[in-house]
């Protein structure tokens, strides 16, 4: 299974950008799925996740300005963010708990290669 995010990049304060993570590989069903960040010389942080029942988690720092969704059919998970901010900047990742695949088989903790947020001020 991998999973390849797109949609990075660099942006003004204010503005908008979407994130997409596609998964691929003999994939039955995923779990949660999940958008981390990690800014330069910080720990890993959870951003927002979402259930297959498409229940939904945020931080509290970016509610109201983020939010996460999910094509079960397409196994790709997105995350629009609005009002950017510096304190935004970051790699971001996206994460899978849990995938059932074709042998029946559970991949634990899938991760994406990460794609950068560079929001200037």
């Known amino acids: 299974v991998q999973l390849v995010e797109s949609g990075g990049g660099l942006v003004q304060a204010g503005g908008s950008l979407r994130l997409s993570c596609a998964a691929s590989g003999s994939i039955l069903s995923i779990n949660r799925m999940g958008w981390y960040r990690q800014a330069p010389g910080k720990q890993r942080e959870l951003v927002a996740d979402?259930?297959?029942?498409?229940?939904?988690n945020y931080i509290d720092s970016v509610k109201g300005r983020f939010t996460i969704s999910r094509d079960n059919a397409k196994n790709t998970v997105y995350l629009q963010m609005n009002s950017l901010k510096a304190e935004d900047t970051a790699v971001y990742y996206c994460?899978?708990?849990?995938?059932?695949?074709?042998?029946?088989?559970?991949?634990?903790?899938?991760w994406g290669q990460g794609t950068q947020v560079t929001v200037s001020s």
């Open positions: 979402i259930s297959t029942g498409k229940n939904t």
């Open positions: 994460n899978a708990d849990r995938v059932l695949v074709s042998d029946r088989t559970w991949e634990l903790g899938v």
